[in-house]
C-alpha cells in the first residue's frame, strides 16, 4: 500500500514558477513509476510528466516540455513537479500518481491533489 501526499500548490502570477511535491509512504516507492496528471474544471484528467524507478526517463506531454520538470528522490520517498513559466491554462488540480505492475497485478495509487492557480 502507498499513500500519496501532494503539496505546493498555490496562487502565481502568470509567468510565475511552482514547485509541487509528493511525499510516498510505504517500503517498496523505488518500485513505482511515478507520474503526475492534472484536471482542470469541465475537463478530463490528463498526463503532465512521467518518471520511470530510477528517474533517468521521464516523459512529458507537448504543454509541459520545456517549462516543466518532473524529478525524484527515492532516498526520501518524493517526486517533484518544478513549473516554470506559468500560464493561466495551467491552471488546475495536480494529481500524483504511482503505478507498480507486478505479474499480472497492477498497483495504482492517487493522492488528493494540490490546487495550483495561475493568475493573469
Known amino acids: 500500500q502507498v499513500q500519496l501526499v501532494e503539496s505546493g500548490g498555490g496562487l502565481v502570477q502568470a509567468g510565475g514558477s511552482l514547485r509541487l511535491s509528493c511525499a510516498a509512504s510505504?517500503?517498496?516507492?523505488?518500485?513505482?513509476?511515478m507520474s503526475w496528471y492534472r484536471q482542470a474544471p469541465g475537463k478530463e484528467r490528463e498526463l503532465v510528466a512521467r518518471i520511470a524507478t530510477t528517474g533517468h526517463v521521464t516523459n512529458y506531454a507537448d504543454f509541459a516540455k520545456g517549462r516543466f520538470t518532473i524529478s525524484r528522490d527515492n532516498a526520501k520517498k518524493t517526486v517533484y513537479l518544478q513549473m516554470n513559466s506559468l500560464k493561466p491554462e495551467d491552471a488546475a488540480v495536480y494529481y500524483c500518481?504511482?503505478?507498480?505492475?507486478?505479474?499480472?497485478?497492477?498497483?495504482?495509487?492517487w493522492g488528493q491533489g494540490t490546487q495550483v492557480t495561475v493568475s493573469s
Open positions: 510505504g517500503r517498496t516507492f523505488n518500485n513505482y513509476v
Open positions: 500518481n504511482a503505478v507498480l505492475e507486478a505479474g499480472w497485478t497492477t498497483y495504482d495509487y
